[in-house]
């Protein structure tokens, strides 16, 4: 177990739709990162936060969106989601803004249907 | 910007034989280096980082891997296998402190290793 919790565990959904996907993470952690795992582009990383204020962004669309709440959890908001969009999602935290390991969550299965 | 690539996509291995998955790196700045494992439907959990410091890197369930700068690899060894290491293994990449100190946490991942032990 990594500290690291995110829920729901699964969602299906239908195209067009909007969900949340929602973070905790260690204590004492204060970056939260969102990478996205998908057959065809493997693991890529979307966005990093770091004590509430966005710190980095990578391949994140304009559809998706994510904040960190003053608790320090975060969430990633998808809409108007495509079936392309259908992947794990994952969320990993660590302690410094960089230069340390990122302990990861069990991910957020999403379906796109 | 860094990019990591793995050499083999799949590796089949007898049980208690040694093992390499190989890793080579690109980036035109310093960088910190990681191996990640991942079973089957479960996150990822950290085997071992390089940071600074002494070049060979030994992490948890007997792997190490080694840095080479010269080669920009971090390949990951161990010297004999168990069917319980059978997953999937990602090398990835972070950038190193720049000029002023400030580090960047974002991960580039390689596309990843199945490791299939077989007894």
């Known amino acids: 177990d990594s500290g690291v919790t995110q829920t729901p565990k699964h969602l299906i959904t239908a195209t067009g739709q909007r969900v949340t996907l929602r973070c905790s993470p260690r204590s004492g952690d ?5 990478y996205q795992q998908s057959l065809d582009q493997g693991l890529q ?9 966005e710190r980095a962004k990578g391949n994140i669309l304009e559809r998706f969106s994510a904040q960190q709440f003053p608790d320090l959890h975060s969430e990633l908001n998808l809409s108007s989601l495509e079936l392309g969009d259908s992947a794990l999602y994952f969320c990993a935290s660590s302690g410094r803004q960089g230069g340390d390991e990122q302990y990861f969550g069990p991910g957020t299965r999403l379906t796109v249907t | 910007a860094q990019s990591v690539t793995q050499l083999d996509s799949q590796v089949p291995v007898f049980e208690e034989a ?3 998955l ?3 790196y690109s980036s ?10 991942q079973y089957p439907n479960q996150g990822l959990q ?6 600074s410091g002494s070049t060979l890197v030994k992490g948890i369930n007997g792997f190490e891997a080694e840095f080479n700068k010269s080669q920009t690899s971090f390949h990951l060894r161990k010297p004999s296998v168990h069917i319980s290491d059978t997953a999937e293994y990602f090398c990835a990449v972070a950038q190193g402190p720049n000029a002023g100190g400030t580090s960047y946490g974002k991960l580039t991942f390689g596309q990843g290793t199945i490791l299939t032990v077989h007894p």
């Open chain 1, 30 to 34: 204060l970056s939260v990162y969102w």
């Open chain 1, 45 to 53: 990383f979307l966005i990093q936060y770091y004590n509430g204020e």
């Open chain 2, 18 to 20: 040694p093992v390499e």
């Open chain 2, 22 to 24: 190989r890793c080579n």
């Open chain 2, 28 to 37: 035109s700045v310093s960088v910190y280096l990681f191996w990640y494992v």
């Open chain 2, 46 to 51: 950290l085997l071992l980082k390089y940071l």
